[in-house]
């Protein structure tokens, strides 16, 4: 199987909430379209320094994480953001990756979308059992 990528929105939760009580306008809401790598094997968000930047995401904590080549870094938390998928949505918080590096959707907002992968596809799918709304597992 090789590389799947999503397109994604990106919402400032924040201005959604200010905006909910008209405390900004609807227009202020700052949100951008992203074509993310879908990455089972990273946990969380991952956005880079631009993105963070254009949509004035607030610091949250420091956070440490391992690369895939086995190094650990020191990265930026921030949040909360919105992320959009076809008819699914979730809040989180996400790692801001240095300079340009690409979006990762990582598996913790994967699952609490509902959404899977299409192997044979190569695509990000709503999970077609639940085709309406997502269902979580409790248990």
Known sequence: MGLVYADLEIINTIDIALAKKSIIGEEEI??????????????????????????????????????????????????????KFKNRTTICNALVLPGNNEVLLGAIPMEDMDVIIDPKKQTLEVNPEHPYFAQMKLK
């Open 30 to 83: 700052k949100s951008l379209r992203v074509n993310a790598l879908v990455d089972t094997a990273a946990y969380n968000m991952c956005i880079n320094e631009i993105i963070q930047s254009q949509l004035e995401l607030p610091f949250v904590e420091k956070r440490t994480g391992v690369l895939a080549n086995g190094e650990i870094e020191t990265y930026d938390l921030v949040g909360p953001l919105t992320i």
